[in-house]
T-cell receptor, first 115, second 112 residues
């Protein structure tokens, strides 16, 4: 029972480089989310996908793009990394409303450092 | 002003103590409330979920919601060293694709 799997777990990028953070869930959840977690700022929503085929901006979308590849996978892309994007990134998923599982299931995170 | 305010701590208590963790919020549209526990270098995990004002109990944990005061609490009885973690409150509004707004988290240390 893997839940939500994020890759890679750690990454160091140089300013201006690009990369894609991968996320996959095996719980058949409809909704998927990308958050970043910074000291003193808590978890902030970057992008989300309410269902397969849809994506929407969250609170802090600038500098990021996302792709909901299929129901299982939701990737986050940094096109030109900046030091301000140094953070821990969490992917989460959630079942459809009314399915009884109200909370998110989180992955274990990707620690990204941009130098 | 942040929509959700949470004291960052750290909060240090002896084993066996009762712990009280709190959040306040400003948006009355929030209708469901959660507490997550996050161990160091791990993802948050859901601890408690409540939809309405009142109390909900699960083992040593009690979640309390007071919508009139826009205030939520998590109580931990008989605290254990294994409870040492960061506790995040989160809240959401219906009809918003289940997006959650999180507090900044309170770091708890339970000492022997």
């Amino acid at each position: 029972n893997a839940g939500v799997t994020q890759t890679p777990k750690f990454q160091v990028l140089k300013t201006g480089q690009s990369m894609t953070l991968q996320c996959a869930q095996d719980m058949n959840h409809n909704s998927m989310y990308w958050y970043r977690q910074d000291p003193g700022m808590g978890l902030r929503l970057i992008y989300y996908s309410a269902s397969e085929g849809t994506t929407d901006k969250g609170e802090v979308p600038n500098g990021y793009n996302v792709s909901r590849l299929n129901k299982r996978e939701f990737s986050l892309r940094l096109e030109s990394a900046a030091p301000s994007q140094t953070s821990v990134y969490f992917c989460a998923s959630k079942d459809a409303p009314g399915q009884g599982n109200y909370g998110y299931t989180f992955g274990s995170g990707t620690r990204l450092t941009v130098v | 002003q942040k929509e959700v305010e949470q004291d960052p701590g750290p909060l240090s208590v002896p084993e066996g103590a009762i712990v009280s963790l709190n959040c306040t919020y400003s948006n009355s549209a929030f209708q469901y409330f959660m507490w997550y526990r996050q161990y160091s270098r791990k993802g948050p995990e859901l601890l408690m979920y409540t939809y309405s004002s009142g109390n909900k109990e699960d083992g040593r944990f009690t979640a309390q919601v007071d919508k009139s005061s826009k205030y939520i609490s998590l109580f931990i009885r008989d605290s254990q060293p294994s409870d040492s973690a960061t506790y995040l409150c989160a809240m959401g509004k219906t009809g918003t694709a289940s997006k959650l707004t999180f507090g900044t988290g309170t770091r708890l240390q339970v000492t022997l």
